[in-house]
């Protein structure tokens, strides 16, 4: 053998031996479920809230609501790259309890053998960017039909970056609620809450629709709303067993538990809206099934089939109740119920896991409390701090940032003449229907 095939042959080796230690610690069953609970979760955005809200709407402000979520998805996704992940996931050293750093800004380091676990962090990063994306694109619902684009943009940009980035890096990325042991599987504080709070806020800044709350402003296309809430029902399965992050037994778990406090929510719900107004609605059935699936987000790794029928039941009633106190007692115009479907769900939901996750309920026994924590008490204590912090780091954040895109855009509010136009007119010079 002449020198130069031995030189070959020995270098082939050693990067045919790195390329075996690299691929040997990929498992690429779990990658290929985190690719598909990717879409799930993307899907869960667009097109599914997207057409769940754009059907609630009023016909002349369709397009506004489908145009902001495709925006805010894209203008996130941007961000994401060039620095919120890092911030979120990446290691700030002494800040490390408050926020990670910028070491993982615009992706460096990230290639495709960098690994998270046993997948790749770069698909890592791409499932919590849709996490991301569909957290501010909730809040939209609070101020519909009401709120200059601009304005929407820039606030739901800078409320990425301000509110959403902190609280997740201090549930998932090391900092101080997960050092306290805070359980949210999915997204309960870190979507939910925040989403919610952030939604009570703005409508409470921006003001009412005119007219509310004495002229009724029904959804215009229901059938539009069931086939958007269809598909979140089913995104949701990636949102919450993808949280997994593998294709095992924790996962398949959360995906039935999830699917249970859905159907629970959705029954219950009727049920309510049945005996008050003597009519089950389809609008009902599928609120109370949006009730249900963010109620459970946070708990569904950690409790079983029947304390997630407890958990569905509950958001159902409670849900309900919530939307009429809003609405009708506090005459608050959270436009699409965002507060008291997401923001009083996630609130109930991560509350009840420091109860359901105890391994020590007979059947209705959840998986077992964090590390840091070992009983009931301790495992409930740690929920309610999670809970209050995320509400008052939201509400006091959120009401800076309106303020502050205000003074940017010249006022949150388009004018009393293009509410009356139609913001898919006054904003888009296009209209959704043309019959």
């Not at 995906?255 to 629970?264: E, G, K, Y």
């Not at 006022?411 to 009393?416: A, K, T, Y």
Request: neutral net charge; charged residues 10%.
């Amino acid at each position: 053998m002449s020198y130069q095939k031995w030189a070959f042959g020995l270098v082939s080796g050693v990067f045919a031996t790195s390329a075996f230690a690299a691929e040997s610690a990929l498992n690429g069953a779990n990658t290929a479920w985190i690719l598909t609970a990717t879409a799930l979760v993307l899907f869960m955005t667009l097109p599914g809230l997207a057409l769940f809200y754009g059907g609630l709407v009023r016909t002349k402000n369709v397009l506004s609501v489908l145009m902001a979520c495709f925006a805010i998805a894209s203008g996130v996704s941007i961000l994401w790259v060039l620095g919120l992940y890092s911030l979120t996931f990446g290691d700030g050293g002494s800040l490390q309890p408050v926020i990670g750093d910028l070491s993982k800004a615009f992706f460096q380091g990230i290639g495709t053998d960098s690994m998270q676990g046993d997948i790749p962090e770069i698909l890592f990063a791409a499932f919590q960017m849709t996490f991301a994306i569909i957290t501010p694109a909730l809040i939209i619902g609070a101020f519909a039909e009401r709120m200059k684009f601009s304005a929407m943009l820039i606030f739901s940009l800078l409320w990425t970056a301000a509110v959403y980035v902190p609280v997740a890096h201090w549930v998932w990325g090391g900092g101080f609620l997960s050092e306290l042991g805070v359980i949210d599987f999915a997204g309960g504080i870190t979507v939910h809450i925040t989403a919610g709070v952030a939604a009570l806020v703005a409508a409470l800044v921006i003001g009412p629709r005119r007219g509310f709350p004495k002229h009724a402003m029904p959804p215009h296309n229901l059938t539009m709303s069931v086939m958007g809430a269809g598909m979140l029902w089913v995104g949701w399965f990636g949102f919450n067993a993808g949280s997994a992050l593998a294709a095992n037994g924790s996962a398949g778990m959360a995906l039935l538990v999830t699917h249970i406090s859905a159907s629970a929510g959705a029954l219950v719900w009727m049920a309510c809206e049945w005996k008050r107004f003597g009519k089950p609605s389809v609008l009902g059935v599928v609120t109370g099934m949006v009730a249900g699936l963010g109620t459970i987000t946070p708990a569904s790794g950690n409790v079983g089939p029947m304390g997630a029928l407890v958990i569905g039941v509950l958001a159902g009633f409670v849900c309900f109740n919530m939307t009429q106190i809003v609405k009708r007692k506090w005459q608050i115009d959270d436009s699409l119920d965002v507060f008291p479907v997401h923001g009083v769900g996630g609130i109930l939901g991560t509350l009840l896991v420091g109860i359901l996750a105890s391994p020590d309920l007979g059947i209705f026994s959840g998986q077992g409390f964090s590390g840091a924590n070992d009983s009931i008490a301790s495992q409930f204590g740690a929920q309610t701090v999670g809970v209050l912090v995320g509400i008052s780091y939201t509400a006091v954040v959120t009401w800076g940032l309106l303020k502050l895109t205000g003074l940017m855009t010249g006022g949150l509010r388009v004018s009393h003449e293009q509410e009356t136009t139609g913001l898919d007119l006054a904003q888009h010079d296009e209209r959704g229907y043309d019959l």
